[in-house]
């Protein structure tokens, strides 16, 4: 198992952690950390991080994504396509990637071949976050332009868009996807999926800057604070709260592994901290290792060996694919009621594609590029830039 985590300074971190054996008369069993690798592939500040059963990828201020290979620890290129700052990236399962940045659109990547299957013109302003349901069928992504949209991943195109009054900055599915919860400075609204409307609304005490969910009903949320809460999306209740970090906290991540349900935090303190959750989430967890990186850290991943018994906790175990085009009809049961309960607004012109498609052939530029390549390709791409701008002036 591995913490892997991005910075201000450029850098991705890794560290190996394994439990020490337990003392005898020790009640809990602490961890121990090993600095394994560190990785400087960007020139600008990390933004974004995910990682699954091989890779972990890092989306940067840079427009790039980096891929790196954790299993045999080396660089395994760069993706070029967008053209602003990564915001988000999510793996569904492990062929595909999902990518979202501040030139408003969102690219679905396979991730054997590292081939842009798709690129969605998404949000008229900047895409702040995105998240797959667990089926991989919807996805739910929020932007600067005010708006909540529900993406159909097997057709490729827009379900509908929700008008909301501010921009949203953080929507994320429960584990079952039978909720979401949408994040609005330091509001937590919890909306049905058979509804598609607000159930209740939870607040924090600061600007939240990240969530995770530890079940199907208890939220985990951080803020620009050193304190963790853990929220019932069901009572809108607190269940508990504990100090986590001495600065804001950036990023967290749960899983779930034999005989612990560990959350992981990370602060601007430099820190790294991971927590054993008890069976009543009424009660702090407990620490069992820190790591300090001397850092600004960013965003968060954990990388679990697969050849171990271990689950995440978001997104499940399973790894239910986009589902081909055979399968292509949304539950209606699941979907139906959200179509009707949003006004439908005009669709992005975009033809049908079936995401999981290998035939489908990728825009040029947008395959894998070596990172000796990247500062080349970014270099003609700028100039392209330049002088589309220059005739326009004209």
């Given at each position: 198992?591995?913490?892997?985590?991005g910075?201000?300074?450029?850098?991705?971190?890794?560290?190996?952690?394994?439990?020490?054996p337990?003392?005898?008369?020790?009640?809990?069993?602490?961890w121990?950390s090993?600095?394994?690798?560190t990785?400087?592939?960007?020139t600008?500040?990390?933004?974004?991080?995910?990682?699954?059963?091989?890779?972990?990828?890092?989306?940067s201020k840079d427009?790039?994504?980096?891929?790196?290979?954790m299993?045999?620890k080396v660089?395994?290129?760069?993706?070029?396509?967008?053209?602003?700052?990564?915001?988000?990236l999510k793996f569904?399962?492990?062929?595909?990637l999902?990518?979202?940045?501040e030139?408003?659109?969102?690219?679905v990547?396979d991730?054997?071949?590292?081939e842009c299957?798709?690129?969605?013109?998404?949000h008229?302003?900047?895409?702040?976050f995105l998240?797959v349901?667990?089926?991989g069928?919807?996805?739910?992504?929020?932007?600067t332009?005010?708006?909540?949209?529900?993406?159909?991943?097997?057709?490729?195109r827009s379900?509908?868009?929700k008008n909301?009054?501010?921009?949203?900055?953080?929507?994320?599915w429960?584990?079952?996807?039978?909720k979401?919860?949408?994040?609005?400075?330091?509001?937590?609204?919890v909306?049905?999926?058979?509804t598609?409307?607000v159930?209740?609304?939870?607040?924090?005490?600061k600007r939240v800057?990240s969530?995770?969910?530890?079940?199907?009903?208890?939220?985990?949320?951080?803020g620009?604070?050193?304190?963790?809460r853990?929220?019932?999306?069901d009572?809108?209740t607190?269940?508990?709260?504990?100090?986590?970090?001495d600065n804001?906290?950036?990023?967290?991540?749960s899983?779930?592994?034999?005989?612990?349900?560990v959350?992981?935090?990370?602060?601007?303190d430099g820190f790294i901290?991971?927590w054993?959750?008890?069976?009543?989430?009424?009660?702090?967890?407990s620490?069992?290792?820190?790591?300090k990186?001397?850092?600004?850290?960013?965003?968060?991943?954990v990388?679990?060996?697969?050849?171990?018994d271990?689950k995440e906790?978001?997104?499940?175990?399973?790894?239910p694919?986009?589902?081909s085009k055979?399968e292509?009809?949304i539950n209606?049961?699941?979907?139906?009621?959200?179509?009707?309960?949003?006004e439908r607004?005009?669709?992005?012109?975009?033809?049908?594609?079936d995401?999981?498609?290998?035939?489908?052939?990728?825009?040029?530029?947008n395959?894998?590029?070596?990172t000796?390549?990247r500062?080349?390709?970014?270099?003609?791409?700028?100039?392209k830039r330049?002088k589309?701008k220059?005739g326009?002036?004209?």
């Amino acid at each position: 198992m591995e913490l892997v985590a991005g910075c201000y300074e450029q850098v991705l971190f890794g560290f190996a952690v394994r439990p020490e054996p337990a003392a005898s008369g020790d009640h809990e069993q602490k961890w121990t950390s090993v600095a394994d690798f560190t990785h400087h592939a960007h020139t600008a500040s990390l933004s974004a991080v995910a990682v699954n059963s091989r890779f972990v990828v890092t989306g940067s201020k840079d427009e790039t994504i980096h891929i790196y290979d954790m299993k045999k620890k080396v660089d395994h290129g760069a993706l070029v396509h967008h053209n602003g700052t990564i915001t988000c990236l999510k793996f569904h399962g492990n062929r595909h990637l999902i990518s979202g940045a501040e030139d408003g659109l969102i690219c679905v990547w396979d991730a054997k071949k590292w081939e842009c299957l798709k690129s969605i013109k998404a949000h008229k302003g900047h895409v702040t976050f995105l998240s797959v349901h667990p089926s991989g069928k919807l996805a739910l992504s929020v932007g600067t332009d005010r708006t909540l949209r529900t993406w159909n991943l097997v057709e490729g195109r827009s379900a509908f868009i929700k008008n909301i009054k501010q921009n949203a900055h953080i929507v994320e599915w429960s584990p079952r996807g039978e909720k979401y919860v949408v994040v609005i400075l330091n509001k937590i609204d919890v909306y049905q999926l058979d509804t598609a409307s607000v159930s209740g609304t939870v607040t924090n005490e600061k600007r939240v800057s990240s969530v995770t969910f530890l079940s199907e009903s208890v939220l985990a949320v951080a803020g620009d604070e050193e304190v963790v809460r853990f929220f019932d999306c069901d009572s809108l209740t607190r269940l508990c709260e504990f100090k986590a970090h001495d600065n804001r906290i950036k990023d967290m991540f749960s899983f779930e592994i034999p005989e612990h349900h560990v959350i992981v935090t990370a602060s601007s303190d430099g820190f790294i901290k991971m927590w054993k959750l008890k069976e009543d989430k009424r009660v702090p967890p407990s620490l069992l290792c820190e790591v300090k990186t001397n850092a600004r850290l960013t965003c968060l991943g954990v990388w679990l060996d697969r050849a171990t018994d271990t689950k995440e906790s978001l997104p499940p175990a399973a790894e239910p694919s986009l589902v081909s085009k055979e399968e292509s009809q949304i539950n209606k049961k699941e979907a139906g009621n959200l179509v009707q309960e949003e006004e439908r607004q005009s669709k992005p012109n975009m033809k049908k594609c079936d995401l999981t498609d290998d035939s489908n052939k990728p825009t040029k530029g947008n395959s894998l590029v070596s990172t000796k390549k990247r500062k080349t390709v970014e270099m003609l791409e700028k100039k392209k830039r330049k002088k589309k701008k220059i005739g326009v002036i004209q």
